[in-house]
């Protein structure tokens, strides 16, 4: 077991000492579960709302979604064996007596996930106010034993649940209160750690259904799609009948997702808040196989901050004050290292009310902001007066909310998913898993009903959101002459221009308008390339006799024109655009038509054999005994600069392709050495190696910063960026291959790898 000097700081060693007696010591600082009726006193809400309890234990426990349907029903879904693998390799661990203290994230063993697996699954249940109390008190089960459930929505009289591998259909056909039709309308998604799946179906303004993407998964089947669907790594929506499928732009990174009422999207990641999809739905980015896509979703704002007024729960406290942990989640983000005050855990948007509303539940909140429009984007702003505070916070840090939803009477439903602990076991440090527990609480949940005192009537959309969503929604046929002369007016909302530009389709001179009059508004240069597939040269010389606001467009034309590679076209363009941006671009690609010296195709990189890794291992003994020795700083600083900062970058030094490594100064020694001896050990999320053949004939091999439809952006070692079209390229995923080379210990002696990592080490 390895230990360092962190971790023989004197409140670890009364830890360990208590362990080397055969007892796991039990901590007496753990926050206890309190009743329905004594947490509901805890909640802080503005003035002009209240709180009330819908459902609670024993009648509902881990609740991850609620809806109702057009008879006034309440159904719930819940979501059973969350950390349930993560509990059995501790109570394994905990017969050897011993604290786990090495620094380090890791998944529970085989045996404990196989174990966990009889407790993993999903319920529906539909709840009944018998006595008209306004809480629920009975509970028919309308599913059971279904995959974990993350979510329903009703539809076609039933219900949509989001279980994967599968998409359900509910449906009580008789009237009596229970579901006799139970069908599979889709299959074949991706399932992965319980911390995610395919999730949280919504109703779109466009009648479709739309689901968080979940993992990564094969070909979606079901009984009435015409063929086989593959999906990207996208959210998607579906026909409720189950007639189709498809990808749509932007995904959340949690679960959850919201609509304004003019169709704009939201979804969120772990850290932010609110990421605001772009406003190009997917099927018009395919359009133009020759036209790279733009980021499909983005943070909406930079506010990060947090303020719960719950205590943190002592393990996050603990992981905070060890140095080494923290360092080790620090490399990260700070937030992840943090005990509390960012956003950790951000799920379940909801637009209630004119506003957004977020869940926080690691930090116990529910955060809300104001909807801005700024151009074509939407921006998200926090609500004066609570610049420094949250909308919903609670005292119970039993409190956690992961899914919001309107309830019929206009109030917003809190599925409180009510535990101990809410966070993935894996982040919690081992020897803290071991003390507390990872699953306390998993026979309790709650539903909350906020309610707001005044009234307030749902804002339809503007003239220009209604027209917005209904080109959307035609199917791309041919603008109508009364549309088609707003492509001319130089008066326009930013978010019809955007989509008049999209629709218009091959009509050049209504995108020739458009461009002049409208090209500076962010994607405007990408929906017109969505539209001039063919017309790209035509648009670009057009443009550059009277160019007017269409400098970003015409380098977007020059750059698909200098993408296709051929060399006729582009000295066409050149004879006509000779300076600027777009002239560069053109003069570049036309220097790339010239094809490349014949060179022989290098190997494609492959994971280390099991007989490399052995001898590796053999290595590492003689590294740990240079480790001990005087480190020579300025050698490792030479090392790392020569060596590895082309992908990292540490003490002002490198370059970001993979990982920073500025907080590597409090790890472990032992841990950063199997990250240089063993780069494919643990290659971070993130970080897939892609290795991509160009029709010019090029070998590249980089991290995706971005990916669409049509292209993906490699991030190259030095720090350069590429972007390829699919079209033009071979892209493959290396699984289980850094793009850090494997074979260090062998091309450096023990003393320069010990240096390297007493380098990394050192104060900055």
């Given at each position: 077991?390895?230990?360092?000097?962190?971790?023989?700081?004197?409140?670890?060693?009364?830890?360990?000492?208590?362990?080397?007696?055969?007892?796991?010591?039990?901590?007496?600082?753990?926050?206890?579960?309190?009743?329905?009726?004594?947490?509901?006193?805890?909640?802080?809400?503005?003035?002009?709302?209240?709180?009330?309890?819908?459902?609670?234990?024993?009648?509902?426990?881990?609740?991850?979604?609620?809806?109702?349907?057009?008879?006034?029903?309440?159904?719930?879904?819940?979501?059973?064996?969350?950390?349930?693998?993560?509990?059995?390799?501790?109570?394994?661990?905990?017969?050897?007596?011993?604290?786990?203290?090495?620094?380090?994230?890791?998944?529970?063993?085989?045996?404990?996930?196989?174990?966990?697996e009889a407790e993993t699954y999903g319920t529906v249940k539909l709840l009944r106010d018998t006595d008209g109390?306004?809480?629920?008190?009975?509970?028919?089960?309308?599913?059971?034993?279904?995959?974990?459930?993350?979510?329903?929505?009703?539809?076609?009289?039933?219900?949509?649940?989001?279980?994967?591998?599968?998409?359900?259909?509910?449906?009580?056909?008789?009237?009596?209160?229970?579901?006799?039709?139970?069908?599979?309308?889709?299959?074949?998604?991706?399932?992965?750690?319980?911390?995610?799946?395919?999730?949280?179906?919504?109703?779109?303004?466009?009648?479709?259904?739309?689901?968080?993407?979940?993992?990564?998964?094969?070909?979606i089947t079901g009984p009435h799609l015409a063929q086989p669907v593959t999906l990207p790594a996208t959210d998607?929506?579906?026909?409720?009948?189950?007639?189709?499928?498809?990808?749509?732009?932007?995904?959340?990174?949690?679960?959850?997702?919201?609509?304004?009422?003019?169709?704009?999207?939201?979804?969120?990641?772990?850290?932010?808040?609110?990421?605001?999809?772009?406003?190009?739905?997917?099927?018009?980015?395919?359009?133009?196989?020759?036209?790279?896509?733009?980021?499909?979703?983005?943070?909406?704002?930079?506010?990060?901050?947090?303020?719960?007024?719950?205590?943190?729960?002592?393990?996050?406290?603990?992981?905070?004050?060890?140095?080494?942990?923290?360092?080790?989640?620090?490399?990260?983000?700070?937030?992840?290292?943090?005990?509390?005050?960012?956003?950790?855990?951000?799920?379940?948007?909801?637009?209630?009310?004119?506003?957004?509303?977020?869940?926080?539940?690691?930090?116990?909140?529910?955060?809300?902001?104001?909807?801005?429009?700024?151009?074509?984007?939407?921006?998200?702003?926090?609500?004066?007066?609570?610049?420094?505070?949250?909308?919903?916070?609670?005292?119970?840090?039993?409190?956690?909310?992961?899914?919001?939803?309107?309830?019929?009477?206009?109030?917003?439903?809190?599925?409180?998913?009510?535990?101990?602990?809410?966070?993935?076991?894996?982040?919690?440090?081992?020897?803290?898993?071991?003390?507390?527990?990872?699953?306390?609480?998993?026979?309790?949940?709650?539903?909350?009903?906020?309610?707001?005192?005044?009234?307030?009537?749902?804002?339809?959309?503007?003239?220009?959101?209604?027209?917005?969503?209904?080109?959307?929604?035609?199917?791309?046929?041919?603008?109508?002459?009364?549309?088609?002369?707003?492509?001319?007016?130089?008066?326009?909302?930013?978010?019809?221009?955007?989509?008049?530009?999209?629709?218009?389709?091959?009509?050049?001179?209504?995108?020739?308008?458009?461009?002049?009059?409208?090209?500076?508004?962010?994607?405007?240069?990408?929906?017109?390339?969505?539209?001039?597939?063919?017309?790209?040269?035509?648009?670009?010389?057009?443009?550059?006799?009277?160019?007017?606001?269409?400098?970003?467009?015409?380098?977007?034309?020059?750059?698909?024109?200098?993408?296709?590679?051929?060399?006729?076209?582009?000295?066409?363009?050149?004879?006509?655009?000779?300076?600027?941006?777009?002239?560069?671009?053109?003069?570049?690609?036309?220097?790339?038509?010239?094809?490349?010296?014949?060179?022989a195709e290098p190997p494609m990189p492959a994971a280390p054999s099991a007989e490399q890794n052995a001898a590796?291992?053999?290595?590492?003994?003689?590294?740990?005994?240079?480790?001990?020795?005087?480190?020579?700083?300025?050698?490792?600083?030479?090392?790392?600069?020569?060596?590895?900062?082309?992908?990292?970058?540490?003490?002002?030094?490198?370059?970001?392709?993979?990982?920073?490594?500025?907080?590597?100064?409090?790890?472990?020694?032992?841990?950063?050495?199997?990250?240089?001896?063993?780069?494919?050990?643990?290659?971070?999320?993130?970080?897939?190696?892609?290795?991509?053949?160009?029709?010019?004939?090029?070998?590249?091999?980089?991290?995706?910063?971005?990916?669409?439809?049509?292209?993906?952006?490699?991030?190259?070692?030095?720090?350069?960026?590429?972007?390829?079209?699919?079209?033009?390229?071979?892209?493959?995923?290396?699984?289980?291959?850094?793009?850090?080379?494997?074979?260090?210990?062998?091309?450096?002696?023990?003393?320069?790898?010990?240096?390297?990592?007493?380098?990394?080490?050192?104060?900055?």
């Open positions: 077991m390895i230990h360092s000097a962190s971790l023989r700081s004197s409140a670890l060693a009364l830890l360990s000492a208590a362990a080397v007696h055969g007892e796991i010591p039990k901590p007496d600082d753990a926050p206890q579960p309190l009743s329905p009726a004594e947490s509901a006193k805890l909640f802080q809400v503005p003035a002009g709302y209240r709180i009330r309890l819908l459902a609670s234990e024993p009648l509902i426990r881990e609740p991850s979604g609620i809806c109702w349907d057009d008879k006034g029903r309440c159904f719930v879904c819940e979501l059973h064996g969350y950390n349930v693998e993560g509990q059995y390799d501790i109570e394994e661990l905990n017969k050897s007596g011993q604290l786990d203290l090495e620094v380090r994230r890791i998944q529970a063993s085989e045996a404990a996930k196989k174990k966990a109390d306004g809480v629920m008190d009975k509970a028919i089960v309308w599913a059971d034993r279904l995959p974990p459930c993350y979510g329903i929505a009703t539809a076609n009289g039933g219900l949509l649940v989001a279980c994967a591998p599968h998409i359900v259909f509910l449906k009580d056909s008789d009237g009596d209160d229970k579901a006799d039709v139970n069908e599979k309308l889709f299959t074949g998604f991706g399932t992965g750690n319980l911390e995610r799946g395919i999730n949280a179906p919504t109703l779109g303004p466009d009648g479709w259904y739309y689901f968080g993407r979940g993992w990564a998964g094969g070909q998607f929506r579906i026909r409720a009948d189950g007639s189709a499928i498809e990808p749509v732009s932007g995904s959340t990174k949690t679960m959850g997702m919201a609509f304004t009422p003019g169709g704009e999207r939201f979804v969120c990641t772990t850290t932010h808040p609110g990421l605001y999809v772009t406003p190009i739905p997917w099927r018009y980015l395919t359009r133009n196989p020759d036209a790279a896509a733009p980021l499909l979703d983005a943070p909406a704002s930079d506010d990060t901050r947090v303020y719960p007024i719950s205590k943190p729960h002592p393990w996050r406290t603990k992981r905070e004050q060890h140095a080494e942990y923290f360092a080790f989640y620090r490399k990260i983000s700070l937030s992840d290292a943090a005990a509390s005050g960012y956003f950790t855990s951000a799920c379940g948007p909801l637009v209630w009310r004119g506003q957004y509303f977020v869940c926080e539940p690691a930090q116990n909140l529910i955060h809300r902001a104001n909807i801005v429009r700024d151009g074509t984007r939407m921006r998200l702003e926090r609500e004066k007066g609570e610049e420094h505070s949250e909308f919903l916070a609670s005292r119970d840090s039993w409190f956690h909310p992961m899914s919001l939803a309107r309830t019929p009477q206009g109030g917003m439903a809190i599925c409180d998913f009510y535990r101990e602990i809410i966070e993935d076991y894996s982040a919690i440090p081992r020897h803290l898993q071991q003390q507390y527990g990872v699953i306390n609480g998993h026979d309790r949940g709650r539903i909350w009903i906020l309610e707001a005192k005044q009234p307030y009537d749902t804002p339809q959309p503007t003239s220009s959101e209604a027209l917005v969503l209904k080109l959307r929604s035609a199917d791309d046929q041919p603008l109508d002459a009364a549309t088609r002369t707003l492509c001319f007016s130089k008066d326009l909302e930013p978010s019809l221009a955007l989509q008049l530009a999209l629709s218009a389709g091959a009509d050049k001179e209504a995108l020739l308008a458009l461009a002049r009059n409208h090209g500076q508004l962010k994607w405007m240069d990408a929906a017109i390339a969505s539209s001039a597939h063919h017309l790209e040269k035509d648009l670009l010389l057009a443009l550059a006799t009277e160019p007017g606001q269409s400098q970003p467009v015409m380098t977007n034309l020059a750059g698909i024109i200098a993408s296709r590679g051929n060399a006729q076209e582009i000295s066409g363009c050149l004879a006509v655009v000779t300076s600027d941006k777009a002239g560069e671009i053109l003069r570049l690609g036309l220097e790339e038509t010239k094809p490349l010296p014949q060179q590796w291992e053999k290595r590492v003994p003689a590294v740990l005994a240079a480790l001990k020795q005087k480190p020579n700083l300025e050698e490792g600083r030479v090392l790392f600069q020569s060596i590895c900062g082309s992908c990292h970058k540490s003490h002002g030094i490198g370059v970001s392709v993979g990982p920073d490594l500025d907080a590597e100064f409090q790890r472990a020694p032992e841990v950063i050495l199997r990250d240089v001896l063993f780069p494919s050990e643990a290659a971070r999320p993130g970080y897939e190696t892609l290795h991509v053949k160009t029709q010019r004939g090029e070998t590249l091999l980089g991290i995706a910063a971005s990916d669409s439809p049509t292209s993906v952006t490699l991030r190259l070692p030095g720090g350069a960026e590429r972007t390829v079209l699919r079209k033009r390229a071979e892209i493959r995923t290396l699984r289980n291959v850094s793009l850090m080379p494997a074979g260090l210990g062998d091309a450096l002696k023990p003393e320069q790898v010990a240096s390297i990592i007493a380098f990394l080490r050192s104060a900055p």
